[in-house]
């Protein structure tokens, strides 16, 4: 990943039309997103970010900040949480339980080194942070300092990859969702994934608001969560430290990128990186198994090797998953892929694409569409999408050689604010879908006389805004990779 590119991007809790963009290195900024066909670009003060964790954070090709999420109540409370990665050599307050644990069958000891470090050396947290005290209202800070309120989780991770670590809240049950892998290896060879035992692999629920204070004590750095009903119910034993998995959602390989549908918040769509063959995105449902190792999307795996044991293809139901695309589609030569999950388009920006799910790849090759039809029966069929830059971008847009698709480089992840626009964040900028007309493409119920459309109300701590940057600051704008240029999908 490279400097100044994001990896998450939240709307504002105020409703402005601010946004917070993280980076994998550790830090948070505030940004304010131009009205679209404003011609102007994104504006964010890259010197003074809003949280600066990196000196907690270890940043390395799949470690670092992976999610960060606002309390509900953040206008109120100015409660907002990070899910990082840290190295307990560099940082002694990084320590927790490791996943491989005698517990669920693993014994760390025998797990191999992996680029020098040893196993759970390296692990995932879930700490609290505070908006309150730096200004008037919460809403209102610009900065914060980077005190850990509390630890609500830290877990030990047996090899530096497929850990996931987004968070979102529930826009339903307010629950705190935490979505990780099955903790990396080929092949999951310790069927972590499959383990109920064990937390890899899973889709976590946490009830952030009713935490026990004695497990906040005791178990400030393992798993501190207990709530009757979770989607992952996770039972403390307070001699050993055990835990056990009641239910939920597992069998995922490394879950990148979820995300409720904002007009039907039941709906919840993973995807899900795949293996050696299949890229799959998943609608979640409670209880489910997503079927990996013994499947890799609809296809039956077979683990080069399986030190952890297996499962019988016969002993799980599988749910498969919703749509997806085999590697040959996106890299016949390398046969490479990793999916990068996106949103329901709901913007107004963009009346056509109303509705569809839009996921990508990480290589750019791509973008899909996913329809559902009829509405409300779970059943998609994906499309691959073609895209090209609009004619008034702020910024110039280049192309791939011999293509009108632009040369975004790795798409890491999709962002919306919020008006519901839909951005993608990608190593060489930030992209929001554009109107249909600016791209001399046609949708008939586009009204492409209709005034500009009105951005929320801006906020007095906005970020710098360079609505017509001199030279200098494009050059570093293009470096930093926080640009705004604007995509448009063709409707097929």
């Avoid at 309150?132 to 980077?146: E, L, Y």
């Avoid at 050059?475 to 240029?485: K, T, W």
Wanted: net charge negative; with cysteine.
């Amino acid at each position: 990943m490279e400097n100044g590119s994001y990896l998450n991007m939240v709307a504002h809790p105020d409703g402005s039309n601010r946004v917070f963009l993280a980076n994998q290195q550790g830090k948070i900024w505030l940004a304010t997103v131009p009205a679209e066909g404003s011609g102007e670009t994104l504006g964010i003060d890259v010197s003074n970010p809003f949280l600066d964790l990196t000196d907690e954070v270890y940043y390395d090709t799949e470690l670092g900040m992976m999610g960060i999420a606002f309390h509900p109540n953040f206008q109120q409370n100015g409660r907002f949480f990070a899910s990082f990665n840290c190295d307990k050599v560099k940082w002694p307050e990084c320590s927790g339980r490791c996943s491989c644990n005698s517990h669920m069958g693993c014994d760390p000891s025998k797990l191999p080194s992996e680029n020098g470090a040893q196993p759970c050396q390296y692990h995932s947290i879930i700490a609290e942070f505070s908006a309150n005290g730096t200004s008037s209202q919460p809403s209102q800070a610009t900065s914060v300092q980077p005190q850990e309120v509390r630890r609500i989780f830290t877990m030990g991770l047996p090899f530096a990859a497929h850990h996931g670590g987004q968070i979102l809240f529930g826009p339903e049950d307010g629950y705190l969702y935490f979505m990780m892998g099955d903790g990396g290896s080929i092949g999951d060879p310790y069927n972590f994934s499959q383990n109920k035992k064990s937390l890899l692999g899973k889709i976590m629920r946490l009830d952030i608001d009713n935490i026990p204070r004695e497990l906040q004590i005791e178990f400030s750095v393992s798993v501190s969560t207990s709530s009757t009903g979770l989607l992952i119910r996770i039972i403390h034993s307070l001699k050993t430290r055990d835990w056990n998995l009641r239910s939920g959602r597992l069998g995922l390989r490394n879950p990148w990128r979820c995300t409720f549908d904002a007009d039907r918040p039941s709906y919840f769509l993973c995807a899900d990186v795949g293996q050696d063959q299949y890229e799959e995105v998943d609608l979640i449902t409670k209880g489910g198994n997503y079927g990996w190792r013994v499947y890799e999307g609809p296809f039956l795996y077979n683990p080069s090797t399986a030190p952890g044991g297996n499962t019988s293809a016969s002993s799980i139901n599988p749910i498969f998953p919703v749509m997806g695309y085999n590697h040959s589609e996106v890299n016949s030569g390398e046969g490479s892929a990793s999916i990068t999950g996106g949103h329901f388009y709901r913007s107004t920006t963009d009346p056509c694409m109303h509705g569809r799910y839009l996921f990508s790849d990480l290589y750019a090759g791509a973008i899909w569409a996913g329809t559902e039809n009829p509405k409300d029966s779970g059943n998609f069929t994906s499309t691959k999408l073609p895209a090209s830059c609009a004619h008034d971008a702020p910024i110039p847009c280049t192309t791939v050689a011999g293509s009108y698709f632009p040369s975004l480089g790795f798409i890491f992840s999709f962002g919306q604010d919020n008006r519901k626009d839909m951005f993608i964040l990608a190593s060489s900028g930030v992209y929001r879908i554009a109107r249909p007309s600016r791209c001399n493409y046609f949708c008939p119920v586009e009204n492409v006389t209709a005034p500009l459309p009105s951005s929320p109300s801006p906020s007095p701590s906005a970020g710098k805004r360079f609505s017509k940057p001199p030279t200098a600051v494009l050059l570093n704008i293009l470096i930093s990779g926080s640009l705004l240029l604007l995509l448009y999908f063709q409707h097929i």
